[in-house]
């Protein structure tokens, strides 16, 4: 076993008993090919959540400045996270997506940028757009559905595959493609939202 997966396996271990995770739609997660996973963004918690429960193993951003942390400088490049440096344009980290999405990996991704302050969904950023399209990759929208309560059920739904290649056809900009995906994300948050 891998280190991703056994970590996988312990954070699972450790967090579905507290939120008691229902998944829904996994079973038409691509199989292979390059996939953008983007899901809106309700807590810190989020990365590990989208990753534990995706059928695949999923490569996530994170800030460079973890990866000055002893131990977590070990364990993250194992669990499938890469350094960006926030606040600026880091053409290694973006270079760094755009080739896992070409060589048919699955990067996550939060179009939002930051965490909602009141749950409700935020304008996605125009990044979303840009890897879909550049990294030749399609599109799998995620909702995240709490609120992170102790014993409270907590949904991850994977939506439909959106296809990228219309878009790239009539070069589309990156602005239309996140506004796309941002809608396919309200459309699930609508949908399974049961409160």
């Known amino acids: ?17 507290v939120y ?8 038409k997660f691509p199989k292979e090919g390059g996939i953008l996973l983007c899901a809106n963004h ?12 995706a059928p695949r193993p999923v490569n996530f951003m994170a800030k460079e400045e973890l990866f000055q942390i002893p131990i ?3 364990i993250l490049p194992g669990v499938h996270a890469f350094p960006v440096k926030r606040g600026m ?6 270079r760094r997506a755009i080739k896992l999405l ?5 990067v996550g991704l939060f ?7 009141d749950g409700e969904l935020g ?21 995240i559905i709490g609120p992170y309560k102790p014993f409270k059920r907590l949904k991850v739904v994977y939506g439909e595959m959106i296809d990228m290649q219309p878009f790239r056809d009539r070069k589309a900009s990156a602005e239309e493609v996140t506004e796309v995906i941002m809608d396919h994300i309200k459309q699930l948050l609508d949908q399974h939202n049961t409160k």
Do not use: W
Not at 42 to 53: E, F, K, S, T, Y
Not at 89 to 94: K, N, Q, T, V, Y
Not at 125 to 141: D, T
């Open 20 to 27: 008691r995770f229902e998944v829904i739609g996994a079973d």
């Open 72 to 74: 977590l400088k070990s």
């Open 102 to 106: 070409k060589d048919g990996e699955v």
């Open 42 to 53: 309700i807590a810190a918690l989020d990365p590990p959540v989208v990753g534990i429960n």
């Open 123 to 143: 304008k996605g950023f125009s990044g979303a757009g840009f890897f879909a399209l550049r990294g030749e990759a399609n599109v799998v929208p995620c909702a």
């Open 89 to 94: 344009s880091d053409r290694d980290a973006l």
């Open 1 to 17: 076993m891998n280190l991703y997966s056994f970590a996988k396996t312990v954070v699972y271990t450790a967090l579905n008993p």
């Open 111 to 117: 179009p939002e940028g930051t965490r909602s302050k």
